[in-house]
């Protein structure tokens, strides 16, 4: 079997699917899918969906399923326009018609949806085919603009259409001033005279009239306008309004001509860019479509499945695949590649290897835990697995034990995968088909005078007359409405035929004989649904390798059927038979058992590991929370012998002070018989008794030296405690990937959640150069955490918490000296960022910096737009190093440069995932910004 499908098999109907599409219910699907869709050529799109036979269209649509999955699994939305299909009003513009406001309002909506959506999109690497078809999308901008600054929203034409409008309007309002003067005067003076209806001021052909009583109609001079239906009021314009009149109603006409001026020049415009606006009108139309599957797929829970061609494999290594993700591989060597999409279940068995270039693809279908897509009450999912040379599948069981069910749900999985729709399952692998053939429910015709058997017949000689070694045949009840004999020989000579051809094919029967032809024959597998022994209530679960029973004698006898009865059936069964059904329950038995144990091994094992991962991250706490402290004793050691150096040396100071004190009054003190000298004529003495002077010399038993002593004693007990193996630092290795660093690597920093690209590898001085945003910086490699594309867990040799020892490549533990503690009044141990080197052989010792607060609002008003995008630069460098995901830019509206300047600044920013006008607000003064 091959990929390149029938000619014949694909120029009828939709290439062999046609036959099935409402048999397995497929239009149910298309009518749930549409319903997910915004626009109506949405709708459309979704309704005519078909499935298709070629490798490259299934990949194609799958691909765009899983990326509009993935970009709104991750918060994403587009805009469409309006819902209402807008192809009518784009034809009659370009047909030369015009267009009233409300329509050129809703043209409006479409061009700003469409860009919108196209910026939504843009440089989107991760959802190439979405940002393919967004890329195509027309600038509608200018259109947009020039509709805006004419028609409200209300579909009004605004005053700024034109400054003939503006200035016809103004010349209008006054005219009506001053006739609403003229009409109020009137109306008070007719009044006074009783003459008056009512005292209101309405309109009568475009002209202001009074309601006169019609007996008085005389005492009133004017033009009548109308009367009233029951002939007591005349609407009669004053003589005196008239001229005020003519002048307004002229003013008037002259306003509805330069607003149907204006309409016709944007029904134009819009004429112009009809080519542009019925692209567009497709474009976003598939969009719409695209991120309809992907609302069903989270709606239904559905993974993508993997369609492959049974012929030579070609599959490559597929990026995203780490994300769960099932595409097609077909044969074509440039099939499109998948993306990313969260979709898989994580319970889902992982894929077999994908087989090497050139190596033959088995066929298989293989579904599991496979849900009917149109079941919304509890439904049990069925696995079913057909291939490894089995080709033909015969399910048997007792009646409403779920075999119909079961058969519907496979065909129906298959033809949404072809049609580019993911399904509701932990995993699906489908073979690439021309065709899905399925013979289901009783079609007879009175009619045509067909019977449940004829009709039965019938579908299948069409099916055989049809199928190819590509196609997949459904057959419920094979054998049935007919003798059972005969019928269980035809239902084999079928299924013979099918082997033969092979063809891929499940079917259902009753028949006794019919299973066991299945298990003498190579090739074929039997399979059953099975009844709870206890209640009888149906498992729908599919047990493969195994015959089902009927259980018919058990159900009649649990609802009541004479005894009597059901031991003369019993009796009249054949010893053999009754042999063989005790085995087949033996064994069911016994395989539930083992299922259940094997359920109830699973279940102890993944408890183990989860309990196993708890206790791992106990131990990691209680070990961060030890190292803490053995820092912070290490720290306050280091505070402590800071000061005592402060008080060694004011000792030494004094000491030396009291020396040479006691020392210059020896010196003045005359010896017996000899005069006394200067010690200033003699400074050799002095010089001499100084160059005694030291901590090696005792100075007596002055005060000063007393303490001195005991300061020594205190600093060498702490130096003894310091130095014990107790606070010994721990020794750990550099991780061999933080020496393996280049540049163009992407690593995680401490304290950072987002990767960082190094510029230049490790220098001597055991740091790097990071691109952080914008911005470069220079940090110690001890910062790093751990490769960005690597996935492992952090290097057990470096710690999280603060204030925790890290130790380097080949350093052992090491006595402190004095002359390398921190002097007092230096650096605080407690500073974040802070490191200590106390000698080569003790470590270091480092507190991870906290993370910076970020304000998720900017307000530009009043800046400059040189300052305002220098500020803009500042935030998302901030908010990106912060892990911020999304920032609000208030701009104001003013006259839009400012607006204008900072769009066009964020549309190209490598920090932006998207940007856009804030929906929440009524008018366009700010941008939400999100960032990667």
Avoid at 7 to 19: K, M, P, R
Avoid at 156 to 165: M, R, V, Y
Avoid at 414 to 439: K, N, R, S, W, Y
Avoid at 689 to 701: D, F, K, T, Y
Wanted: hydrophobic share 35%; proline share 6%; net charge negative.
């Amino acid at each position: 079997m091959n990929s390149n499908l029938d000619s014949a098999a694909l120029t009828d109907g939709f290439g062999g699917f046609e036959q099935s599409l409402h048999l397995l219910e497929f239009d149910q699907i298309r009518h749930r899918l549409a319903g997910f869709a915004r626009t109506q050529l949405g709708k459309d799109l979704a309704q005519t969906l078909e499935p298709v036979a070629d490798a490259l269209e299934i990949g194609s649509r799958l691909q765009e399923t899983d990326e509009a999955r993935f970009f709104l699994d991750s918060g994403g939305s587009l805009e469409f326009g309006p819902g209402a299909d807008l192809r009518e009003y784009v034809h009659r513009a370009m047909l030369g018609g015009s267009l009233r406001g409300e329509e050129l309002h809703e043209i409006r909506l479409l061009a700003g949806a469409a860009s919108f959506s196209r910026d939504a999109l843009h440089r989107r690497e991760d959802l190439p085919l979405l940002s393919g078809i967004a890329s195509n999308i027309p600038n509608l901008s200018g259109l947009e603009q020039a509709i805006a600054r004419a028609i409200s929203p209300a579909g009004e034409i605004l005053d700024d259409a034109s400054p003939d409008l503006r200035q016809l309007r103004r010349d209008s309002r006054s005219a009506y001033q001053q006739l609403n003067e003229v009409m109020q005067r009137s109306l008070r003076r007719y009044q006074r005279r009783a003459v008056v209806q009512e005292p209101i001021i309405t309109q009568r052909n475009g002209r202001l009239v009074l309601l006169i009583k019609a007996e008085h109609k005389s005492q009133t001079p004017g033009i009548v306008h109308d009367v009233s239906d029951s002939g007591a009021t005349v609407f009669i314009e004053p003589l005196p309004a008239i001229e005020t009149g003519n002048r307004w109603r002229e003013t008037r006409l002259a306003e509805e001509r330069e607003e149907e001026r204006v309409l016709r020049t944007l029904a134009s415009q819009v004429g112009e860019a009809g080519d542009d606006l019925q692209l567009a009108l497709d474009l976003l139309a598939r969009l719409d479509l695209a991120m309809a599957k992907g609302r069903y797929s989270a709606d239904r829970r559905a993974v993508a499945p993997s369609v492959k061609a049974v012929a030579t494999s070609f599959d490559k290594p597929r990026p995203g695949e780490s994300r769960g993700t099932r595409h097609i591989r077909g044969d074509e060597e440039n099939s499109p590649p998948p993306s990313p999409s969260p979709s898989a279940s994580a319970s889902a068995p992982a894929p077999a290897s994908p087989p090497a270039r050139g190596e033959p693809v088995e066929p298989r279908l293989r579904i599991v835990g496979a849900r009917h897509p149109l079941l919304t009450d509890r439904v049990v999912p069925i696995s079913l697995d057909l291939g490894g040379g089995n080709r033909v599948m015969v399910i048997t069981g007792p009646n409403a034990g779920g075999k119909t069910v079961a058969l519907k749900t496979v065909g129906l999985l298959a033809l949404m995968a072809h049609a580019g729709l993911h399904v509701p399952a932990e995993a699906a692998d489908f073979p690439l088909l021309d065709g899905i053939f399925a013979d289901i429910g009783d079609q007879q015709s009175i009619e045509q005078s067909l019977s449940t058997f004829s009709s039965h017949i019938q579908n299948l000689r069409s099916i055989l007359d049809r199928v190819t070694s590509d196609s997949l045949v459904l057959i419920d009840e094979l054998g049935t409405s007919t003798d059972p004999e005969e019928g269980a020989a035809l239902a084999q000579a079928i299924l013979g035929r099918l082997r033969s051809l092979d063809v891929m094919t499940i079917a259902t029967t009753h028949h006794r004989g019919v299973a066991r032809y299945v298990q003498e024959q190579s090739g074929m597998v039997n399979a059953s649904v099975d009844l709870d022994p206890t209640t009888l209530e149906p498992t729908y679960r599919i047990t493969l390798g195994l015959p089902g029973r009927s259980y018919a004698l058990t159900i009649a006898d649990r609802l009541g059927l004479d005894a009597e009865i059901l031991d003369e059936a019993r009796s009249l069964i054949a010893p053999s038979q009754r042999a063989t059904d005790d085995l087949v329950q033996e064994l069911q038995e016994e395989r539930a058992v083992v299922a259940r144990l094997r359920q109830e091994s699973e279940d102890l094992l993944s408890r183990a590991r989860v309990q196993q991962a708890e206790t791992e991250a106990r131990l990691a706490t209680v070990e961060a929370s030890r190292l803490e402290l053995v820092e912070e004793a290490r720290q306050d050691l280091q505070k402590r012998i800071g000061g005592l150096l402060t008080q060694l040396q004011q000792a030494e100071r004094a000491a030396e002070h009291a020396e040479a004190e006691q020392a210059a009054r020896r010196l003045m003190r005359p010896s017996p018989g000899a005069p006394a000298r200067d010690p200033a004529r003699d400074p050799g003495r002095d010089s001499g008794s100084s160059s005694n002077r030291g901590l090696g010399r005792n100075p007596g038993n002055t005060p000063g030296a007393e303490r001195f002593r005991a300061y020594q004693e205190d600093l060498a007990q702490f130096q003894k405690e310091l130095s014990s193996t107790q606070w010994e630092p721990i020794e750990v290795e550099r991780p061999p990937w933080q020496q393996e660093l280049s540049s163009g690597d992407r690593v995680y920093i401490r304290g950072i959640p987002r990767p960082v690209e190094v510029i230049s590898p490790q220098d001597e001085d055991e740091h790097i150069e990071v691109l952080l945003g914008t911005m470069r910086a220079r940090i110690p490699v001890y910062q790093l955490e751990r490769p960005a594309d690597s996935g492992l867990p952090q290097e057990s040799g470096q710690t999280q918490g603060a204030g925790q020892p890290v130790g380097t490549a080949g350093q052992r533990p090491g006595t402190e000296s004095l002359e390398s503690l921190p002097p007092a009044g230096g650096l605080d141990p407690n500073s974040p960022g802070v490191r200590f080197r106390h000698n080569r052989d003790a470590g270091v010792y480092y507190r991870r910096p906290s993370l910076r607060q970020v304000k998720t609002d900017l307000d530009l008003r009043g800046n400059r737009v040189d300052e305002a995008l220098d500020k803009v630069e500042t935030l998302l460098n901030e908010a990106a190093l912060s892990g911020v995901p999304e920032v609000r830019i208030i701009h104001g509206q003013g006259t839009g440069a400012l607006r204008r300047a900072v769009r066009e600044f964020l549309r190209g920013h490598p920090l932006t995932s998207s940007s856009g006008p804030d929906h929440e607000t009524s008018n366009d003064g700010v941008t939400i910004v999100e960032l990667k």
